[in-house]
């Protein structure tokens, strides 16, 4: 890793956790209760640093590296994709809060975090008091949507999961052009312009690495196997989420591919509550006031 990225996040511990047999990067800053914040692809934490400050005057934010990305420890590849699993991770996690203290705690997730953050909430459900998903339906939803229309707005969950070393190798041969294009496509405005240069410069100087493109690409991997495979057994069994869940999507994100994602999560939670904020798929870049506010009138509710 570069050691001259810019500090994003001024005033907050830089702690590396060991979970699970896992080291888990962080920052850590705030008062009052504890909120676990999880980014998603093709990220990390710095996703957060916008909204950070205003967060950190009523929570405890803690702000981690998910496996594989970032600067957290990268799992070994597993037969059936194991070691990428959300319930895999949602039990580190689990794990590295209660490390740090917390038996309990508020989440917040975007993107592969939100999936983290729901699987969490389903398996340890007195873990997780509150919950807020940021731009996604649950994992066996969109799989299960997957037409002609859905594929060519996701292709991505298709591509990256395809067998190692197929898009590994691709990826690899112009990772920041890639990674560049992924980002900006998934915005409202298709440029980069809601991305500060610095976080960027973080996101670039990370995603060029071969190892944690491999990683990111198993994430996928596990999404589209026993991530399916997982939320099946639970909907199958009507299993729900019993905390508290906010659903926040962009007017013009990817879960918003939907008529009404308020509804396809209600079958998840229904106790479910939310909104469509403006922009697409990176609320906290692209909307970071109107995402702050509904994070803290919900969470300090």
Excluded at 132 to 151: C, E, H, K, Q
Excluded at 259 to 276: C, F, I, K, Y
Aim: hydrophobic share 40%.
């Amino acid at each position: 890793m570069t050691t001259e990225l810019p500090d994003l996040f001024p005033n907050f511990e830089t702690k590396v956790v060991h979970a699970k047999d896992m080291d888990f990067f962080c920052r850590i800053g705030g008062s009052g209760p504890p909120l676990l914040l999880l980014h998603g692809y093709p990220q990390s934490h710095v996703i957060w640093h916008k909204i950070a400050p205003e967060l950190a005057a009523r929570f405890t934010l803690i702000m981690p590296d998910l496996p594989g990305y970032g600067q957290s420890s990268i799992p070994p590849r597993s037969t059936g994709h194991g070691t990428y699993s959300k319930r895999t991770w949602a039990e580190a996690f689990n794990e590295m809060m209660r490390v740090l203290g917390y038996r309990s705690y508020f989440l917040a997730g975007h993107d592969r975090g939100a999936r983290v953050g729901y699987r969490l909430a389903l398996d340890f459900p007195g873990s997780v008091t509150k919950l807020a998903v940021l731009d996604i339906l649950p994992t066996s939803d969109y799989w299960d949507l997957m037409d002609r229309n859905f594929g060519l707005k996701i292709y991505h969950w298709m591509y990256l999961a395809q067998p190692f070393p197929f898009p590994e190798k691709m990826i690899a041969a112009a990772p920041i052009r890639f990674l560049e294009h992924t980002l900006a496509s998934w915005t409202a405005a298709k440029t980069l312009d809601c991305f500060s240069e610095g976080a960027l410069e973080h996101t670039r100087d990370w995603f060029c690495r071969p190892d944690r493109i491999s990683a990111s690409c198993e994430d996928y991997r596990a999404g589209a196997t026993i991530d399916y495979e997982h939320d099946k057994i639970d909907r199958d069994a009507g299993n729900t989420i019993s905390a508290d869940v906010l659903v926040l999507w962009g007017s013009k994100g990817i879960a918003s591919s939907v008529d009404d994602p308020l509804a396809v999560w209600r079958r998840w939670s229904p106790q479910a509550q939310g909104m469509a904020l403006p922009g697409g798929h990176f609320l906290p870049e692209e909307a970071p006031d109107e995402t702050s506010d509904a994070l803290v009138n919900y969470f300090g509710n």
